[in-house]
């Protein structure tokens, strides 16, 4: 069985996935970190790739102990491997971490190998946008809050071409609009 690759985000009703400052914290107002559905999303995930803004912003949710975050036992539910797409892998490097460069496909099937069968979930609108444009997405996975940010970062950046989407599933869990779609190929 082979995973499939798909992006997962939290959007405002307003289209962003972070708000002014790449803030994310607003987004534990509506998910629980231990609501049955995510963690069923979770438990199907076996690898993550993430941009290198994505990772700054966790690790600093880190540090400051925000709300939401896997130092305190209230981040999303996920064990598994973690690569990073960066030009510029930090230092030092976290070495719970894989950093890949260069070409966007190899990323994705290195980090669906690493998966192991399960999903490879993609996190960051930078990372999601490139792997759009190449085809590489099978399904997004979009978690729609009842909130208008106004400001932020956009679930799409701009020049990203037209997508079709098929519809497979819509949900309603507490407050959370959760909405799946497999990307037409």
């Known amino acids: 069985m082979s995973g499939k690759v798909v992006v997962n985000r939290s959007m405002s009703l307003d289209g962003f996935i972070a708000g002014p400052g790449d803030a994310m914290d607003w987004i534990f107002d509506f998910v629980a970190p231990d609501a049955p559905w ?47 797409l960066t030009h510029r892998p930090p230092d030092p490097p976290d070495p719970a971490v894989t950093y890949l460069s260069g070409d966007i496909g190899e990323a994705v099937a290195t980090a669906l190998k690493a998966a192991g069968g399960k999903n490879l979930e993609i996190l960051g609108a930078d990372v999601a946008g490139q792997c759009l444009r190449r085809g590489l997405v099978d399904e997004i996975l979009v978690y729609v809050l009842p909130v208008l940010l106004g400001d932020g970062i956009r679930f799409s950046s701009p020049g990203l071409p037209r997508i079709d989407l098929e519809p497979l599933d819509s949900t309603q869990a507490d407050a959370v609009t959760i909405l799946r779609y497999r990307v037409r190929k």
Do not use: H, I, K
Request: aromatic fraction near 6%; proline fraction near 4%; glycine fraction near 14%.
């Open 38 to 84: 995510l963690v069923e999303t979770a438990a199907a995930t076996g690898a993550m790739l993430v941009g290198r803004r994505t990772d700054e912003v966790g690790s600093r949710m880190e540090v400051d102990q925000e709300r939401g975050t896997a130092s305190r036992g209230e981040g999303y539910p996920f064990t598994g491997p973690m690569f990073v």
